[in-house]
């Protein structure tokens, strides 16, 4: 088991930027993949971003150009940077970590972002 632990979320202003952390009690080396997905009010859970492994990065369309996924395996953490930010982005933002199938959640951060 990993427990999984988001930072970083706030309220900010269209066009401005957030970076969101995501520290396992564990290393992150041997999943096979990490993740962020968001949830709004009354909407389903999407996915946002992932890495795998390996390094290879998979994005939403959304945010495509605007977010980065990275990893820093020697600190057991995650990071999602948020640039150009867009009231569209307002979610709780959650950190995901697949062990081969098995899937572990964090509690969620809050992004609130204004017009």
């Known amino acids: 088991q990993v427990q999984l632990v988001e930072s970083g979320g706030g309220l900010v202003q269209a066009g401005g930027s957030l970076t969101l952390s995501c520290a396992a009690s564990?290393?992150?080396?041997?999943?096979?993949?990490m993740g962020w997905y968001r949830q709004a009010p009354g909407k389903q859970r999407q996915l946002v971003a992932t890495i795998t492994s390996g390094g290879s990065t998979n994005y939403a369309d959304s945010v495509k150009g605007r977010f980065t996924i990275s990893r820093d395996n020697a600190k057991n953490t995650v990071y999602l940077q948020m640039n150009s930010l867009k009231p569209e982005d307002t979610a709780v933002y959650y950190c995901n970590a697949d062990d081969s199938g098995a899937h572990y959640w964090g509690q969620g951060t809050q992004v609130t972002v204004s017009s």
């Open positions: 564990r290393t992150i080396f041997r999943f096979s993949a």
